[in-house]
C-alpha cells in the first residue's frame, strides 16, 4: 500500500534552480459548466470505484452530501474556493489514500513562486513550535510556540486545516502531520489565506510573547534561510541528515546488554519492482539480523517504525513472521476487495496493461456487486502465513507514531492483534481494522486541472472484532515526544523502552 505521504513530508530536500512565476490559480475563476462537469466526473470516479466511498459514512448520507455540493456550483467561483470544495469532500471520505492537488506542477510553483509562511513548524503535544526560521532576521529561534498568524489564533487554524486534511477514519495524530514543515505552509496557502506578509505571534522559550512581521516568500528562498540563519545551526546540525543508505538497520545499544534496535525507515522494498522481489530482499536481511542476534545472544529487540509512511505489503507481512510467538500460521488480511474489475478509470490506474487485462482473474465476484481479491492460492478465505523458523523469540517493543501509516499501520494493527510485542509512543496513523489501498488511480479534472488520486482495494486487517473504528493502533505505553526532545536531541520514547528493559534485566 503505497503513500502520499512519502513526497508530502519533504523537509530539506526539494530542489532550489526555478524561475519565479505568478500564481495565476489566484485570479482563475471558474464557470459553472466547468465546475459541474469536473464535479460530475470525480463523483463517478468515486462511486465507480471507490472501495471506501461509504466506509466511515452511511451511503445515504455521502449521496445527500455529493447531491448538496453539486446543486451549490450555480455562480462563478474562484479556483481555490472550488479547490477547497474537492478538498471538503476528499476529507469526509475519512481515507489517506484519498487526496486532490491543485495542479500538477504544485511542487514545482511551491519551490518558485507560492509565496508561503517562511518557517519550519513542528507539532508538539497540541502545540505549535519553530524548528527552522526561514527568514534572516534571528529574532524568532527554535522552540518559539507560534500563536498567532494574522490575528487568527493556531487553534483556530487548526480546526481549519484538519478539515481538509485527509486521513483515516478520526486519528488525530495523523492529522497533526498536518501541522509540520511544508506540508502546514502549503495548506495554509491553499486553504486559509495567500498574503503578502505574516503577522505572527510567538512565546519565547521564557514565556514571553514576540511579534514579527514576516514576508510571504517561495520555498526556495525560505530553505536558502534555513541554511544561512545561524539561529538554525544546532537544529541544522541534528536534523539536516542525509537518508541512511538502507531504509533497515540493525544496532546493539551499547547501554543495554543483550539488546538490538531494528530502525525502519520503510517498507520501500531496496529497489524491488516486484511484490516477490520486495519479499526476497527483505527476506535476506532479516536472515542476516537474526543470525547477528543469535550470535549475539539478544534477549530484547526494539523496532521502531515511527514514521514509517508505506511501502510493500508484503515486507509488513514478512517482518511479522520474523516476530511472531505463536507456531501457528496466522492470517494478516481477512479480505480485500475492490467495488469494480472494469470501470473505464481503470486505464488511469497505476495497473500495467498486462494487469488491467487480467483483472478478471484476480477477482472473485460476489452476491453485493463487489469484488473479492484472490488470496494466492485460498481463494475466497483469508491467506495464512507460517512463521519463520528463526524468528526472534525474545521480548518485542515496538515504537509506532502518526505517521506510522499505510503497510506500516496494517504491520502494527497485525502485530498488536497477535500480541507480539509491547507497543510505546503515540496511535499510529493507519486504521487499525484496515484501510485502503493496493494499486491507485490517477487523473486530471477536465476543465480545473485539480489532480486527484483515489484507492482501489479495500484492506481488512486480520484483528478480529475491532471496538474504536476509525481509529489507530493505540500504544500499550503512550508516550508523546516533548519539546525539550527536539531541542535538545533527545529521545524520550526511546529512554522509555529501554529503561523498561534495565528493570528487567536487573
Given at each position: 500500500m503505497r503513500s502520499l505521504y512519502s513526497f508530502l513530508f519533504l523537509l530539506l530536500t526539494c530542489p532550489l534552480m526555478a524561475q519565479s512565476v505568478t500564481d495565476t490559480l489566484q485570479s482563475k475563476i471558474l464557470q459553472p459548466a466547468d465546475m459541474q462537469a469536473d464535479f460530475r466526473y470525480f463523483r463517478r470516479l468515486l462511486e465507480e470505484t471507490h472501495p471506501g466511498l461509504y466506509r466511515y459514512t452511511p451511503k445515504p448520507i455521502m449521496q445527500s452530501k455529493l447531491d448538496s455540493l453539486a446543486g451549490t456550483l450555480t455562480q462563478p467561483m474562484p479556483f481555490y474556493n472550488f479547490f477547497r470544495m474537492i478538498e471538503s469532500l476528499v476529507a469526509d471520505i475519512r481515507c489517506a489514500h484519498t487526496h486532490a492537488l491543485p495542479t500538477k506542477d504544485w511542487q514545482r510553483l511551491f519551490n518558485s513562486s507560492w509565496k508561503?509562511?517562511?518557517f519550519f513548524m513542528l507539532p508538539v503535544q497540541g502545540r505549535s513550535y519553530v524548528l527552522?526560521?526561514?527568514t534572516a532576521d534571528q529574532t524568532i529561534k527554535p522552540g518559539f510556540e507560534l500563536i498567532r498568524i494574522n490575528g487568527q489564533s493556531i487553534e483556530r487554524i487548526r480546526e481549519q486545516v484538519y478539515r481538509y486534511h485527509w486521513t483515516d477514519g478520526y486519528i488525530q495524530t495523523?492529522?497533526?502531520a498536518a501541522f509540520q514543515g511544508q506540508l502546514f505552509s502549503l495548506f495554509y496557502y491553499w486553504f486559509i489565506d495567500r498574503p503578502d506578509t505574516y503577522h505572527l505571534t510567538f512565546r519565547n522559550l521564557t514565556g514571553d510573547t514576540v511579534q514579527?512581521?514576516?514576508?510571504?516568500?517561495?520555498?526556495?528562498?525560505?530553505?536558502?534561510?534555513?541554511?544561512?540563519?545561524?539561529?538554525n545551526k544546532q537544529m541544522l546540525a541534528w536534523y539536516d541528515k542525509k537518508r541512511p543508505k538502507h531504509p533497515w538497520r540493525l544496532s546493539f545499544p551499547k547501554d543495554l546488554p543483550q539488546t538490538a534496535l531494528l530502525r525502519i525507515d520503510s517498507f520501500g522494498g531496496e529497489g524491488a519492482k516486484t511484490s516477490d522481489e520486495a519479499i526476497a530482499k527483505f527476506r535476506q536481511f532479516m536472515d542476516q539480523y537474526m543470525a547477528t542476534m543469535e550470535q549475539k545472544k539478544?534477549?530484547?529487540?526494539?523496532?521502531d517504525v515511527r514514521a514509517n509512511p508505506s511501502g510493500w505489503d508484503s515486507q509488513g507481512i514478512e517482518l511479522v513472521t520474523y516476530l511472531m510467538k505463536s507456531d501457528s500460521a496466522v492470517a494478516y488480511y481477512d479480505r480485500q476487495h475492490s467495488v469494480t474489475d472494469s470501470s473505464e478509470f481503470?486505464?488511469?490506474?497505476?495497473?500495467s496493461e498486462a494487469d488491467r487485462k487480467n483483472v478478471k482473474n484476480e477477482l472473485i465476484p460476489e452476491s453485493d456487486g463487489t469484488f473479492t481479491l484472490k488470496q494466492g492460492d485460498a481463494g475466497r478465505g483469508p491467506r495464512r502465513y507460517t512463521p519463520k523458523p528463526n524468528r526472534f523469540r525474545g521480548n518485542v517493543y515496538i515504537l509506532l507514531d502518526g505517521r506510522s501509516a499505510s503497510t506500516t499501520s496494517e504491520f502494527l494493527a497485525v502485530a498488536h492483534a497477535n500480541k507480539i510485542g509491547v507497543f510505546v509512543g503515540e496511535e499510529a496513523g493507519g486504521a487499525y481494522e484496515g484501510g485502503n489501498g493496493g494499486s491507485f488511480i490517477h487523473l486530471e479534472l477536465p476543465h480545473s486541472k485539480i489532480q486527484v488520486g483515489t484507492p482501489l482495494l479495500y484492506y481488512n486487517n486480520a484483528v478480529g472484532n475491532v471496538h474504536n473504528k476509525g481509529r489507530g493502533t493505540i500504544p500499550d505505553y503512550p508516550a508523546p515526544i516533548t519539546l525539550a526532545d527536539v531541542l535538545n536531541h533527545t529521545d524520550s520514547q526511546l529512554d522509555f523502552v529501554k529503561k523498561r528493559i534495565q528493570d528487567q534485566i536487573n
Open positions: 508561503t509562511m517562511p527552522f526560521n526561514g495523523a492529522k497533526q514579527v512581521d514576516a514576508p510571504a516568500q517561495p520555498f526556495r528562498e525560505t530553505l536558502k534561510g534555513y541554511k544561512k540563519n545561524p539561529v539478544t534477549r530484547h529487540l526494539i523496532v481503470l486505464q488511469f490506474s497505476d495497473l
